[in-house]
């Protein structure tokens, strides 16, 4: 049984999160501060954070800094401010999912479902990696080939990881920086032409239009993205 933590000083919210999700057997904790959460997680172990952003003392932004520092557990955030500045600064530092209240807890539990599924597999939690399949695409992690409306590809080692890496975060927005560490292992320099090279050369093999992507999605000022309706 999976197990999450729930970060949030809505105590109804979060016990009705809490018996919803059981039926998905998945089971929860609750804090509903953020240094009771901080402490809650050096003490159990956990797949998922739900994490409110307006909570009284420590914020759920500052919460997610001091988690970003010791864990890279999906993190989703709930906010009461539809704007898209609070979701970009979530994101930037490291967010996985952010839900605006109030929500259907068909969705919520929706997003839970996806992040716990795709963390247990991009950290090795299950047996085998499955191919990943979308709208008019697969990809297969044991013969690292991509098939899609141009063809089947067995891609090179960066151009696989970077796909693997964009579709195993879908919707989540990454920066070039994210992007360059995890497939290329070292340091971000801020020179881009490799990540834009590669991303460049795996459109050209998925896309119908690379010129106007379906999957691989350019976010201005910030990094790119696999869409999230495929």
């Not at 914020?59 to 955030?77: A, H, V, W």
């Not at 497939?183 to 020179?191: G, N, Q, R, S």
Request: proline letters at 4%.
């Amino acid at each position: 049984m999976h197990k999450i933590l729930i970060i949030d000083d809505d105590k109804d919210l979060c016990a009705l999160i809490r018996r919803r999700i059981l039926s998905e057997n998945i089971e929860a904790d609750c804090c509903h501060t953020g240094t009771a959460g901080l402490d809650k997680l050096s003490e159990q172990t956990y797949q998922l954070v739900i994490l409110d952003v307006m909570m009284s003392g420590m914020d759920g932004f500052e919460t997610l800094e001091y988690i970003r520092k010791e864990s890279n557990l999906p993190i989703l955030m709930l906010t009461s401010k539809d704007d898209s500045a609070s979701k970009v600064r979530g994101l930037r530092a490291g967010a996985d999912d952010y839900l605006t209240k109030p929500f259907h807890m068909d969705e919520l539990t929706a997003r839970i479902l996806s992040l716990i599924r795709r963390y247990t597999r991009f950290n090795g939690h299950d047996e085998d990696l499955q191919p990943l399949v979308f709208d008019g695409l697969r990809i297969d992690p044991e013969t690292r080939c991509v098939t899609s409306i141009n063809g089947t590809f067995e891609l090179p080692p960066k151009e696989f990881d970077l796909l693997w890496l964009f579709a195993e975060h879908q919707g989540k927005i990454l920066t070039k920086q994210r992007l360059y560490e995890e497939v290329w292992k070292e340091p971000y320099v801020y020179d881009d032409n490799n990540i834009m090279a590669v991303i460049s050369r795996v459109r050209k093999k998925i896309e119908k239009d690379p010129g106007s992507p379906k999957y691989i999605q350019t976010i201005k000022g910030i990094g790119y993205r696999f869409s999230k309706e495929v």
